[in-house]
């Protein structure tokens, strides 16, 4: 029985391209700029954002953090949505290691209400923290993959402008957004000031994500990065696989995208599950089992006895992930499974 694996597009294991590039590609050690492979990859990576500069980051998690940092100095606030991945799976680095306090908002399927961020920065006032950055999350992870507006970006840009305020995108899943918008990724690159963008998840590097930015932004980032432990040596072994994510795993998205949107209409039509569709932008589907009678913990429990991974959302959803390594015949065959559940 193949293990049909829809916890996460952090699953993906590297194409036999990348097998090949890890073995060929040329390296050096990446703390004195010598691993031509990295140096490669950062070139490409700013210049597919269309930003100056680009630095290799072990993971997004690290990326964001440096990315926090950077920006604000200790005891600002930074503006990011209540249910954003910053603010809720990082074990509060922000907060403990760049010494920033959350200004959490509620945002309508991970859309800030640009009012509402523009009356959450603070005036100048003895009482007062000083607001020194924006988050902004696109995919949004825990809204099920939705895609930010590019008008609501719009407007946080002019909010931003207008407050002299640098924004920041946790672009864990970008090229996902931009697959979804039919979009070139710089047109939402552009509204940013730094862009973090994951190698490792739907793109099917091992390891590795980008921060992306302009040059002085990116100079005080290595920097960061090497006091986070992040300073790398022969790097390039695992940055050879990331210039193949980019050049050639983006269009997988768009496969990726269509299976979710198999599975959705297969599920809400089987008794006790339902999916939002106009909620499936993406690869990430949060199916209601609101109706089943059955915990999501047990469900998934039940689910992994016959072969599919998933991860719980909640009690009453779960959370299913298309990737390169589930096939459209593998999604048909989870739907015919979970019709048994
Ligand atoms: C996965 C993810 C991250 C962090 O990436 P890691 O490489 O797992 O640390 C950050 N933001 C979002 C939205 C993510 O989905």
New binding site residues.
């Given amino acids: 029985m193949k293990t049909i694996d829809l916890r996460s597009d ?1 699953v993906t294991t590297p194409t036999k391209d990348m097998y090949q590039e890890m073995q060929l590609a040329p390296i050096g050690d990446d703390v004195y700029g010598d691993d031509p492979t990295v140096n490669k990859l950062e070139a490409l990576a700013a210049e597919t954002l269309s930003k100056e500069k680009a630095l290799f980051v072990p ?4 990326g ?1 953090l440096i990315a926090v940092m950077a920006h604000t100095r200790p005891g600002e606030e930074i503006i990011l949505e209540r249910y954003s ?2 603010f809720l799976y990082e074990a509060a680095g922000a907060s403990r290691l760049a010494g920033v306090q959350p200004m959490a908002i509620s945002g309508r399927d991970g859309v800030m209400d640009p009012e509402e961020v523009e009356e959450s920065i603070r005036a100048e006032n003895i009482h007062f923290p000083s607001t020194g950055l924006i988050c902004v ?1 696109n995919t949004h ?1 825990m809204a099920g993959g939705m895609v930010q507006p590019m008008e609501n970006l719009q407007q946080l840009r002019s909010i931003a402008n207008r407050h002299q305020l640098p924004m920041h995108l ?1 672009g ?2 970008v090229f996902n957004a931009a697959a979804s918008l039919n979009c070139d990724v710089k047109e939402i690159a552009a509204y940013f000031d730094s862009i973090m963008f ?1 190698l ?2 739907g793109l099917s590097s091992p390891i590795g ?1 980008m921060l992306v930015g302009d040059e002085e932004f990116i100079g005080r980032a290595r920097k960061l990065r090497k006091m986070l432990g992040g300073g790398m040596r022969q790097a390039g072994i695992m940055a050879s696989c990331g210039i193949l994510s980019i050049e050639q795993m983006t269009s997988q998205l768009r496969v990726d995208h269509e299976h979710a949107r198999v599975l959705s209409e297969g599920l809400t039509k089987l008794s006790g599950f339902s999916v939002d569709l106009d909620k499936v932008h993406t690869n990430i589907v949060n199916v209601s089992i609101r109706d089943k009678n059955i915990s999501s913990e047990d469900l998934v429990n039940k689910m992994k006895a016959k072969g599919i991974l998933a991860n719980p959302r909640g009690k009453d959803y779960i959370r299913l992930v298309t990737h390169k390594d589930v096939t459209l015949e593998d999604i048909n065959s989870a739907i015919r499974i979970m019709e048994t559940l």
């Fill in positions: 952090t993971t997004g998690t690290m964001n991945h910053i999350e992870n946790d864990a899943r994951c490792s998840k994500s």
